[in-house]
């Protein structure tokens, strides 16, 4: 294996930090929008729900592209300079999970809305404390969305090569390292680096599921 020990850590460390931030973001926002979507009538939602489940298909290099447009020097956000920064491509990896948590949300939701805001209702509750019972009742599937979205940016490899770049020590991470290595014909360091990548969502996975079965 060609690369360091301390390398593969700190490249590990990097593809956590953005996977991460970028689930964290993602779920701030495809949380509530999941839960509120899931609560409506049929006919109020069936437009955002197609275009939510359309979403979890985005081609990973479009969404690259299309932050590469925005965040290049000659783009409308060129002058924040964070082209080729680990942010940028927290904001991309962010967009692609959303939809996974926002769609496995709503069709979580949708399937308790009706009994549960006719007991939260009947209780004397307002439309908030349905919402919020809603989202308690449905943590343990909201635990499988936040897994699908955090899936989705840690094993996301175009759109952080296209805003990111692949720079060492710089915006490096696991998924982009395999390839690198691969490429280089270093499949000794690719089959470490993708079994990194596999524990590094397999400890992330189990913590997720350990957090939802408790009450």
């Known amino acids: 294996m060609t690369l360091a020990w301390a390398e593969v850590g700190e490249i590990a460390a990097r593809s956590l930090g953005v996977a991460g931030a970028a689930t964290l973001l993602a779920a701030l926002f495809g949380l509530p929008l999941g839960v509120w979507l899931g609560s409506r009538p049929r006919r109020g939602r069936m ?111 175009g759109a952080a090569t296209i805003v990111g770049g692949d720079i060492r020590f710089h915006t490096r991470v696991l998924t982009t390292a395999v390839v690198l290595e691969t490429r280089k014909g270093e499949l000794e360091s690719a089959l470490a680096l993708g079994a990194v990548l596999l524990g590094v969502t397999l400890i992330v996975t189990a913590i997720l599921v350990v957090w939802g079965e408790r009450r």
């Open 47 to 157: 437009g955002a729900q197609v275009v939510l489940y359309a979403g979890m298909g985005l081609p990973p290099v479009v969404v690259g592209l299309l932050f590469y447009f925005l965040l290049s020097r000659s783009g409308p956000l060129g002058g924040l300079g964070l082209l080729f920064t680990p942010l940028a491509m927290v904001l991309a990896e962010a967009v692609l999970a959303f939809p996974m948590i926002a769609g496995f949300t709503l069709a979580a939701v949708r399937v308790r809305a009706e009994g549960v805001r006719r007991l939260v209702r009947g209780l004397g509750g307002s439309e908030r404390q349905v919402l919020a019972t809603l989202l308690w009742e449905s943590r343990r599937p909201i635990v499988a969305a936040l897994a699908a979205g955090f899936g989705a940016a840690i094993s996301e490899v």
